[in-house]
């Protein structure tokens, strides 16, 4: 994963330690930090308001919605709906919908890096781990031109800013 590095600066964006305690919860509501790239590349955080009891979920359905600022890109593809998410030790797997694959960037490394890193930094700060597993409808993706090996768990750190 060292080569996608080299391939887009993206600003920084604290994953490791100070990843812990990324949300602040009232009694039904809690706000996860959400990331979307910019047109430079770099991820910008958003505060997203998400159910207390599921705040992973939430803050992958609020990356899936889009950002809030209209400077921001969109993450994942259109229609992309997120099927399931479980944390697992320091790992959380995430499915989701067919349309991530069919609907991936073929723009190039830039255009498919704005649609990993800011799934792989939402997922692992909101479940405050450090490692992420990506499926499409249960299986490992294949995207057509994909430089990046979904087989293998994602870390924010192969996403450096």
Do not use: K, N
Request: proline share 9%.
């Amino acid at each position: 994963m060292s080569v996608i590095a080299l391939m887009l600066p993206l600003a920084a964006c604290g994953s490791g330690g100070d990843d812990a305690g990324s949300t602040a919860r009232s009694d039904d509501a809690a706000t996860a930090i959400v990331y979307f790239a910019d047109v430079d590349g770099a991820l910008v955080p958003e505060d997203h308001r998400v159910p207390a009891d599921d705040v992973v979920r939430g803050a992958l359905e609020a990356l899936a919605e889009g950002p809030t600022d209209p400077r921001l890109l969109p993450a994942v593809p259109d229609g992309t709906r997120v099927l399931d998410v479980r944390v697992d030790g320091d790992v959380v797997r995430v499915d989701l919908s067919g349309e991530y694959e069919s609907g991936y960037p073929a723009g190039g490394a830039a255009a498919e890096l704005a649609v990993v890193a800011p799934l792989v930094h939402t997922a692992a700060r909101a479940a405050g781990v450090d490692e992420v597993v990506v499926t499409v409808d249960g299986r490992v993706p294949a995207p057509v031109g994909s430089q990046i090996d979904f087989s293998q768990p994602l870390s924010p750190r192969d996403f450096p800013g």
